[in-house]
C-alpha cells in the first residue's frame, strides 16, 4: 500500500544553524540526542511513520522494514544532513538508530573544551569529492562494476 511520505522541515541558518554548526555548542550527551533525534526522524518518514518514535534506538532497521533500497536513502539523507559522504553499507554496519547515531559522533567527533576530540581522533573533515572510507580507492574495475550484471558481479569478485 502506498503512502505519502511527509519530509520533516528543514532548518535554515537563521533558525539555529546547520547541525555540523550546532553540534559543538552541545554537550556529548546532547550531540548523541541530537544525532540519535536525526537519524530516527529520517527512517521514520522513509519508512512511511508520522511520528519517529516508531523508530527506537535499539530495533535493527531490518526489523522495521528497512531494505537495501531504504537503506541507501537512509544513507544519502543522512549524508545530505551531515555534509559528509557516508558509505553503502553504513545501515547494515550499525543496523540500529542508537548504534548509528553513535557512529556518526565518532566520524564527527567535535573538540572538547580543550580543543581536542572527544573520541582522542581528528574529526572528519573529508572533501565531498573523496571516497567514503580510506578502503575505497578508485580501481580502473570501478567503472566497469556499474555496468555490470549480478552473475558478472559474483564472478568479479570470485574471481578476486
Known amino acids: 500500500m502506498w503512502r ?3 519530509r520533516p522541515a ?3 541558518a537563521a533558525d539555529g544553524g546547520s ?3 550546532r ?3 552541545l554537550s556529548r550527551k546532547e550531540q548523541e ?3 540519535l533525534d536525526v537519524v530516527r526522524d529520517t527512517a521514520a518518514t522513509l519508512l512511511g511513520h508520522a511520528d519517529a518514535r516508531a523508530v527506537t534506538a535499539t530495533a535493527a532497521f531490518k526489523d522495521l522494514g528497512v531494505d537495501s533500497l531504504t537503506a541507501l536513502g537512509l544513507r544519502d539523507r543522512l549524508a545530505e544532513a551531515l555534509g559528509i559522504p557516508l558509505p ?3 545501515v547494515f554496519d550499525h543496523p ?5 547515531s553513535r557512529h556518526l559522533l565518532t566520524l564527527l567527533a567535535p573538540a572538547d573544551g580543550n580543543g581536542t576530540p572527544a573520541d582522542g581522533e581528528p ?3 573529508i572533501p565531498a569529492s573523496a571516497p567514503a572510507t580510506d578502503s575505497e580507492v578508485a580501481s580502473p574495475d570501478d567503472e566497469l562494476i556499474d555496468d555490470m550484471d549480478a552473475d558478472a558481479l559474483i564472478a568479479h569478485v570470485l574471481k578476486g
Do not use: I, K, N, W
Open 33 to 35: 540526542q541530537v544525532l
Open 23 to 25: 553540534l559543538p555548542d
Open 19 to 21: 547541525l555540523l554548526e
Open 10 to 12: 528543514r532548518r535554515s
Open 123 to 125: 574529526p572528519a573533515r
Open 4 to 6: 505519502p511520505v511527509r
Open 88 to 90: 553503502a553499507t553504513l
Open 96 to 100: 540500529a538508530a542508537g548504534t548509528l
